[in-house]
């Protein structure tokens, strides 16, 4: 069966007999994103080099004037990444390799990504700046990065595990010298976790948006109040 | 002598051509017959193997048969609890704390690979069979069990309540875990429980 309306499936490769996608996009040394430039222009030496992969920019950039990227990438009018979409990092099973933190942005007005990574040697401290205060969103994110690769981000008003609970002793499970099964016998691991309090783990300002109702949007706020007059409850202060 | 002696309401008198209105049976077996029709359920549902479960529930497979349409989404008013999926370690307190809010009598179906050994989650997260943290009655293999697989496992349940016998209190006693390791069995049969075997690294098992 075929189904006509559709483009034939592309073998995955070029004429010339490199891969590539069915849009034709190459594996490598494709077109950069134009804010990679843009990079390159204004903060010269910050960059250490840029690559694309399937279509997509891969700026490499040193750890120092990384947050001033972060924001310039941010405020500038001609760039504005206005969504952060994930903050992770990567370890090579090769030992002689660094440890890549990664962070992809997104421009939603221009239609850009971008991926910004940060070498860090693997002897060395691992500590990244936060930049939790150009994206709120980044809180979580890096409290993941955090909890599996054990990466510090400074700056970072309250970082704890996030996916672990918080007397998890073991160590960082995405390191490649954790062992699979974890570092204790299954019985220690067992007696470790019942031990745990399962209330004590989220604090109530995690759990309520009583306080957080004056930021919230108007017409949230509209809502909630009408909530509020139909039922009669005390809802939201 | 024109006295009658007086009535001995202790005595139940038998007319044995008419026994309109009476049954004997034992007390044990309507007992059980009572709460083995209407178990309900605590749902704990973590993985895809609550999906089936809610195939199970639903009109096609319709476990109201068993009299196990009112799931229980509260601990204290549930007879079983059916942990469907598996159970990382950060949901061992709660479901601990799930099962001994429970009331007695308490029944719990293990559903599912992972619930019932850890599956292919051989890995640090991850419960190795819930059977370390709470007693189990019934295991259900499948990945994830058909609905008809669990039913099974409920069939099986309620014989073993029909088997129940009032005189044997040490079914329906609460039992406390170890005071200073809160484990209900001892260590070294967790260790035991949780062993690797199958396709993985550092095979310990199915090594020749």
């Not at chain 1, 850009?112 to 070498?119: A, G, M, N, Q």
């Amino acid at each position: 069966m075929t189904a006509p309306n559709l483009p034939a499936p592309s073998s995955g490769t070029a004429p010339d007999g490199t891969p590539s996608t069915p849009r034709g996009l190459p594996h490598r040394g494709g077109a950069l994103n134009p804010s990679a430039d843009a990079l390159a222009e204004r903060f010269g030496d910050a960059i250490v080099r840029s690559e694309a992969t399937w279509g997509e920019t891969t700026v490499f950039v040193h750890v120092e004037s990384l947050h001033e990227i972060v924001r310039w990438l941010h405020d500038e009018p001609t760039q504005r990444y206005d969504y952060l979409v994930d903050v992770t990092a990567v370890e090579y099973r090769d030992a002689m390799r660094p440890i890549e933190v990664v962070w992809h942005l997104r421009a939603l007005g221009h239609r850009r990504f971008l991926r910004l990574k940060v070498e860090l040697p693997k002897r060395g401290t691992l500590i990244v700046p936060s930049v939790i205060d150009v994206y709120c969103g980044a809180d979580w994110l890096e409290r993941e990065c955090y909890d599996m690769f054990g990466i510090k981000f400074d700056g970072h008003p309250d970082l704890r595990r996030i996916l672990l609970w918080e007397n998890y002793q073991e160590g960082f499970p995405l390191r490649k010298n954790f062992p699979l099964r974890g570092r204790f016998s299954r019985a220690e691991q067992l007696k470790q976790a019942l031990a745990q309090d399962p209330e004590a783990r989220y604090s109530m300002n995690e759990l309520t948006i009583a306080e957080a109702f004056d930021s919230l949007p108007e017409d949230m706020r509209r809502r909630l109040a009408a909530d509020r007059a139909r039922t009669g409850e005390e809802g939201v202060e | 002598m024109g006295v009658t002696p007086a009535l001995d309401r202790r005595v139940v008198p038998v007319d044995p051509k008419s026994q309109d209105g009476w049954v004997t049976s034992r007390l044990d077996f309507l007992v059980n017959w009572a709460r083995a029709g209407s178990l309900w359920p605590m749902p704990f549902g973590t993985a895809c193997c609550a999906i089936e479960f809610m195939s199970t529930a639903a009109s096609r497979f319709d476990l109201s048969r068993f009299g196990m349409e009112r799931l229980s989404y509260s601990p204290r008013q549930a007879d079983v609890l059916i942990c469907a999926g598996r159970v990382p370690y950060k949901l061992a307190p709660v479901i601990r704390r799930i099962y001994q809010q429970m009331p007695q009598p308490k029944w719990v179906i293990s559903m599912g690979a992972c619930a019932s050994t850890g599956g292919m989650f051989d890995n640090y997260a991850v419960v190795q069979g819930i059977d370390t943290i709470i007693p189990v009655d019934v295991y259900v293999p499948g990945c994830p069990p058909r609905p008809e697989a669990l039913m099974h496992g409920i069939i099986m349940l309620q014989q073993k309540v029909m088997r129940d016998r009032l005189r044997d209190g040490t079914l329906h006693t609460e039992i406390e875990p170890d005071p200073t390791s809160q484990l209900y069995i001892p260590p070294s049969r967790i260790d035991e429980l949780s062993e690797p075997f199958g396709n993985s690294v550092n095979q310990t098992r199915s090594n020749p």
